[in-house]
């Protein structure tokens, strides 16, 4: 049975929810203790299986996209936290994106047109040289110290203590700076990786340290000239069109390079590129490229893992945990992999973490959109980590990043989030000096 077949509330040019995952789930309640904002509400509206059954009314004609129905969907942070727990395979995360899709579709015919966000959106990332100019303003604006002014002066309050809040989540800017890539021919084969977007902009420096390792490793590796924006944000935010746009400009970026594997340490972009398969699978003019590229792609300490890494020296002994991004562990099912780098480090003291795959309330740009839902994930998350007494947080996603250091900061926390592949690196850098 398809939705397409019933007297459906849903658009026909946006993308349909699938009506057999709809009907496949159980109503059976284990995703419910696994779900943020059904712990945060009670509310069965904002549980998954609640979710489903909305979107499942949409989809028989029996209810319309009304705002009940939006702030439900747009409540959900996707961690697909739900999806793991499922017993029935309910591939929840699909239904969701598929009702983010609709209810942009149907926004976008009652204004005429895509809203403000949608636009700035598409320019900033349709190019990603627009997006490092914006950061290079970022990070002067950073240098000159007028971004700590403005901060303690408070004069944000004046227009949103929200505003003023969200001033101390932007990290230090990296950009400008040129990454470093031997060109010499290694043994162990060739792999290409992802610079990003966001992580090009705030996070260069792990970048480099992926390069570095991979090259210590015995890789050599492909930067392609011009790096796109792997589509997910627009994705995720009820850009299909765009989504797709994106992620044919970045295949054909690698397409000549003749990698074995693409290597990526952002959690949320190797969710996406990996399901890139099913982003093209009524498209044949990309389907088989795209099933292709899907099949190289490889988080940084699944890739290593699967092929072996040389054991680095101790860094220093120090105490670190380690949180699990919602897109690694639900999404890409890679739990054990960081943790076998991180334990495979001498000198270090492992401490686990409470609640360790519960969403840090990043979520993509949730926290951008959804401030105070976001920080109320946080607040959860962040008593966790303080229990830990660690003194380094490590994890593997931009996102999850800037929230944590985020975290760091409004709790004031003695700690420093890192990168599983930065912890090497710098292992590594120790082996050196010695």
Known sequence: MCADKLPTNFLAQAPLPSYDQLVNCMHCGMCLPTCPTYSETGMEINSPRGRIHLIRAVADGKLGITDRFKESIEYCLNCQACVTSCPAGVRYGQLVEAAQLQIAAHEKVERGGASLREKIMDWLFADLRRLNFVGRLMGLYQKIGFQSLVQASGILKLISQ??????????????????????????????????????????????????????????????????????????????????????????NAFDTANVDHIVLNSAGCGAYMKEYGELFENDPLHKEMARKFSGKVKDITEFLTENGWQIPQNPGNMKVTYHEPCHLVHSQKVSE???????????????????????????????????????????????NIQQTGADWIITGNPGCMIQLMYGVKKYNLNMRVIHPVTLLKMAYQERENK
Request: charged residues 25%; proline residues 4%.
């Open 162 to 251: 929200k505003l003023h809040e969200m001033s101390f989540m932007t990290p230090t800017v990296s950009a400008g700076r040129k990454y470093r890539a031997k060109s010499r021919h290694q043994s162990r084969g060739k792999v290409g990786i992802l610079i990003g977007c966001v992580q090009d902009v705030f996070f260069k420096d792990v970048n480099q340290d992926t390069i570095d390792v991979l090259e210590y490793n015995g890789y050599e590796v492909f930067i392609p000239a011009v790096s796109y924006c792997c589509g997910s944000v627009h994705g995720h935010n009820g850009n299909a069109e765009m989504a797709r746009e994106l992620a044919v400009k970045l295949m």
């Open 337 to 383: 992999q960081p943790r076998k780098i991180i334990g495979s480090i001498p000198g270090i003291e492992f401490i686990d973490l409470p609640e360790a795959t519960w969403c840090c309330g990043s979520a993509g740009i949730y926290n951008i959109l959804r401030y105070e839902d976001s920080m109320k994930v946080l607040e959860r998350k962040m008593r």
